[in-house]
């Protein structure tokens, strides 16, 4: 499956006291990325939220983080669905500095109807292009 970069600059504010990126920000970066990714298909969680009545939420992440990232990197975060189901989506996701692994993660992302917030099953529209293309 294809993989799907997006860069991000550290700022201050994404740093702790020691000057790191705080651990809990790589999990931004790891949603930023997975939504551009669906962005750059076309999809946008809004819009499948307001047509379809969908959320896609996080329903479980794995992470390891190996070397710091430190103010002023510029880091690339990979998406890679590395398996996809009727009703979640599985990523595997890596930030990087230059080509050097700082965190890497294994994420589930399930498909819910936004009124019940009960497991629904990915539009087939979305299912077909990611199998597809990823």
Known sequence: MRKFDWPVRIYYEDTDAGGVVFYANYLKFFERARTEMLRDKGYQLDELHATLGILF??????????????????????????????TRLIFTQVISKVDVELCHAKICVACIEAETMRPTA????LLEQLTNEY
């Open 57 to 86: 939420v996080v329903r479980s992440v794995q992470v390891e983080y190996l070397k710091p990232a430190r103010f002023n990197d510029l880091l690339n975060v990979s998406s890679e669905l590395s398996e996809i189901k009727k």
């Open 122 to 125: 990915i539009p087939s529209t």
